[in-house]
């Protein structure tokens, strides 16, 4: 039920080993897609992604997009990280601060 497959890397294009226990794996994930890349094009793919998770803003921290809202509770201009959609209040720093559901 879980032999051997060769499957090929879409990065390389070599052929490498779809082993029966990493099918195994796969299916107690629940993953239905099978790997698109070898062991080492995977490995070069996440260090790539972390390093360019580290870079950008100063301390090694990517700078995230603000959006500007008016507030909800006390109508002053509220930062956000993400796009009001305008159908749930808005709050500012402070008033979500303190919120009673705030902890």
Partial sequence: MY???MLDCVDCGQ???FSGGE???YETKGFQ???????SCRAARKQSRAQNSEGGAA?????REMFTATCSNCGGVAE?????RGDKP?????CFASRPSYR
């Fill in 3 to 5: 032999g051997d497959e």
């Fill in 15 to 17: 052929q490498f080993v």
């Fill in 23 to 25: 099918k195994r794996f």
């Fill in 33 to 39: 897609n099978k790997p698109n890349r070898c062991q």
């Fill in 59 to 63: 301390g090694g921290q990517r700078i």
């Fill in 80 to 84: 956000v990280p993400f796009n009001p």
């Fill in 90 to 94: 808005v709050f500012c720093r402070d």
